[in-house]
């Protein structure tokens, strides 16, 4: 038999186990939104690149990692520079530099460089071409280039800016954003120190961001459209005849060799004439003076030639 006071006993004890388990649920959800998430909210991370806690050593969820090539972009999305040179030997350098030329306005690019250098011996005539085409008709262009002569060179390059091309997007995003965030401050200026304050700001910020979109522009120029350059020479000379012999060869040689010998002692009497000229000049007055001194001396008589 319970008496009364037993009975609020049991009341009480039963409050406390309620109480006790409310705190706990509360402390799960309480934890719950504060850091732990909800399933959904592991894998959401997951896909952000961090390790799900409480993995085994070894068996860890790795997040995607951006660096490590994980769903990078495709390799047709990837933004490429591509540039090559070729150096041809053909018969017919003109004619070669047109057809190359066509050849990278068939595959929808143009040329952006071209110079012929001509002589009268077509074997010295050279041609140098700067050919563009997009990039993904670059091989095209190449293969329609080799088929015009003989390869003497050739080399080519390919560079991924697809990291440098995100870069400079973004930064373009951002540096607009900045500037219509000073073009609202600028409509709310009221004194003339408040408009002059931010226009120098508005225009710092703008010549940045053309700084930036040249840059972009640049880029894209530079990954739409690869780049080759063509040059052409003409075959090699016809070797000379080897060395006639006989009679008449001699002759030649040695009237050859008289002539060479004749040119030599004139340069080197040319070249000493005026020395002869100078020394006679110095040499005639010493002459004449000692002439004259010789005419000047005394004759002894005979007899005194004896004492």
């Known amino acids: 038999m319970t008496t009364p006071r037993m009975r609020r006993r049991l009341v009480c004890a039963a409050a406390a186990v309620s109480l006790f388990a409310l705190a706990g649920c509360s402390g799960t959800?309480?934890?719950?939104?504060?850091?732990?998430?909800?399933?959904?909210?592991?894998?959401g991370d997951t896909a952000s690149g961090a390790v799900l806690p409480g993995s085994a050593p070894g068996s860890d969820v790795l997040l995607y990692d951006k660096t490590a090539g994980v769903n990078a972009p495709p390799i047709d999305d990837r933004s490429i520079i591509r540039t090559g040179n070729v150096?041809?030997?053909?018969?017919?350098?003109?004619?070669?530099?047109?057809?190359?030329?066509?050849?990278?306005?068939?595959l929808g690019g143009?040329?952006?460089?071209?110079?012929?250098?001509?002589?009268?011996?077509?074997?010295?005539?050279?041609?140098?071409?700067?050919?563009?085409?997009?990039s993904n008709?670059?091989?095209?262009?190449?293969?329609?280039?080799?088929?015009?002569?003989?390869?003497?060179?050739?080399?080519?390059q390919a560079s991924d800016v697809t990291g440098q091309v995100a870069d400079v997007d973004a930064r373009v995003e951002a540096q607009q954003a900045s500037v219509r965030r000073i073009q609202a401050l600028l409509a709310r200026a009221n004194t003339i120190g408040e408009v002059v304050t931010v226009e120098a700001q508005l225009a710092q910020r703008q010549a940045d961001l053309e700084s930036l979109q040249a840059q972009q522009k640049a880029l894209a120029?530079?990954?739409?459209?690869?780049?080759?350059?063509?040059?052409?020479?003409?075959p090699d000379p016809v070797g000379t005849q080897d060395d006639p012999t006989g009679f008449l060869a001699g002759l030649q040689s040695g009237w050859n060799?008289?002539?060479?010998?004749?040119?030599?002692?004139?340069?080197?009497?040319?070249?000493?004439?005026?020395?002869?000229?100078?020394?006679?000049?110095?040499?005639?007055?010493?002459?004449?003076w000692a002439r004259s001194r010789g005419r000047q001396a005394p004759v002894l008589p005979a007899a005194a030639a004896y004492e």
């Open 257 to 288: 060799a008289f002539t060479a010998a004749m040119t030599t002692g004139l340069t080197a009497l040319g070249a000493l004439v005026p020395f002869v000229g100078f020394a006679l000049v110095i040499a005639l007055p010493f002459l004449a």
């Open 221 to 234: 120029d530079q990954t739409a459209l690869a780049t080759l350059e063509v040059s052409i020479v003409g």
């Open 137 to 156: 008709r670059f091989d095209d262009l190449l293969v329609k280039v080799r088929g015009l002569g003989v390869v003497l060179e050739q080399t080519q």
């Open 87 to 106: 150096r041809l030997q053909a018969d017919a350098v003109e004619k070669a530099a047109l057809a190359a030329a066509a050849a990278a306005r068939g």
């Open 110 to 134: 143009l040329v952006t460089g071209e110079q012929t250098v001509t002589d009268p011996d077509p074997d010295r005539t050279i041609a140098q071409l700067t050919l563009r085409v997009p």
């Open 29 to 43: 959800t309480a934890e719950t939104a504060a850091g732990g998430g909800t399933s959904e909210d592991l894998t």
